[in-house]
């Protein structure tokens, strides 16, 4: 089953805002340190910004290599 990028989009930016609340929660009891916290939650916030490009730019990334999506237009 393909998961197309606005779903993918999606499940990071769900899955960034429950570990905000979950790390929140931890930072609080001490169950983990502040910067460990924000650099997690930037590695998620790269790699949706990541693909919101994609998405942006899908169109000029199938015409320039359509190689990566099996010669599909």
């Known amino acids: ?24 929660s ?8 502040v910067s460990l916290a924000d650099f997690r ?5 790269a790699a949706q910004r990541t693909l919101e490009w994609l998405q942006r730019n899908e169109m000029l990334i199938r015409q320039r290599c359509p190689e990566l999506f099996g010669g599909e237009e």
């Not at 197309?4 to 499940?11: F, P």
Request: charged content about 35%; overall charge positive; glycine content about 6%.
């Open 1 to 24: 089953m393909r998961v197309v990028l606005a779903q993918q989009i999606e499940e990071v930016g769900t899955t960034l805002e429950e570990r905000r609340v979950e790390y929140s």
């Open 26 to 33: 931890k930072i609080a009891r001490r169950q983990l340190g």
């Open 41 to 45: 939650v930037r590695r998620l916030t």
